[in-house]
């Protein structure tokens, strides 16, 4: 089946420096997904890219969507405090009617 | 609007025991998914329903159940509770662009 895999697992940061995680599937996605989660909260949708190559950004937060619809990746520039929780990326595949499929997730710790 | 709303927040159980929990989506989503939550294994998928019908299900044994309601609201079912079950468990609606909302999900806690 398919499989989204997020790399790396925690990242620990000092407040100021840029922040970078990746995720891959196993298959093409039709679309991903990026949802951050604040500890002790639920996942909040930040972001869907749907075109091979896509580049969308939201302040200090860029999203990519690889060629091949088969990664992505989300970089943070200039971390803040407010940044901290768990940022995961979940895929659909083609034809995965409402299956998302998420990676495990990257735990991110800013320190000021 | 309302969010998605789940209940109870908190429940706990002994192991054999079986549970139901509910959710309900945002006026005018009609898919409604289910995701168990654990430190080790993240997000996992149980079920997917839209207008009443299971469209997809993830890979769980049958103790885990769900249906959904004309309403939309829906329920997932789980029986003979392990103590592995221990999980938040997660509910999301969504429209057809498939973006989902998340409620606050159920802690369940197997004693």
């Known amino acids: 089946g398919q499989q989204v895999m997020q790399i790396p697992q925690y990242q620990h940061v000092q407040e100021g420096e840029d922040f970078t995680t990746y995720c891959n599937s196993s298959?093409?996605?039709?679309?991903i997904q990026w949802y951050k989660q604040r500890p002790g909260g639920h996942p909040v949708f930040l972001i869907q890219?749907?075109?091979?190559?896509e580049v969308k950004k939201q302040k200090r937060l860029t999203f990519q969507f690889g060629e091949a619809k088969k990664n992505s990746s989300l970089h943070i520039t200039a971390t803040q405090t407010t940044d901290v929780g768990t940022y995961f990326c979940?895929?659909?595949?083609?034809?995965?009617?409402?299956?998302?499929?998420f990676g495990q997730g990257t735990i991110l710790t800013v320190h000021p | 609007k309302a969010g998605v709303t789940q209940t109870p927040r908190y429940l706990i159980k002994t192991r054999g025991q079986q549970v139901t929990l509910s959710c309900s989506p945002i006026?005018?989503?009609?898919?409604v998914s289910w995701y168990q939550q654990t430190p080790g294994q993240g997000l996992q998928f149980l079920f997917e329903?839209?207008?009443?019908?299971?469209?997809n299900k993830g890979n769980f044994p049958g103790r885990f159940s769900g249906r959904q309601f004309s309403n939309s609201r829906s329920e997932m079912n789980v029986s003979t509770l392990e103590l592995g079950d221990s999980a938040l468990y997660l509910c999301?609606?969504?429209?057809?662009?498939?973006?989902?909302?998340f409620g606050s999900g159920t802690q369940l806690s197997v004693l």
């Open positions: 006026s005018g989503h009609r898919s």
């Open positions: 979940a895929g659909l595949g083609g034809t995965s009617y409402g299956k998302l499929t």
């Open positions: 999301a609606s969504s429209q057809t662009d498939e973006k989902l909302f």
């Open positions: 329903y839209f207008s009443e019908t299971q469209r």
């Open positions: 298959t093409t996605l039709s679309n």
């Open positions: 890219l749907v075109k091979s190559g």
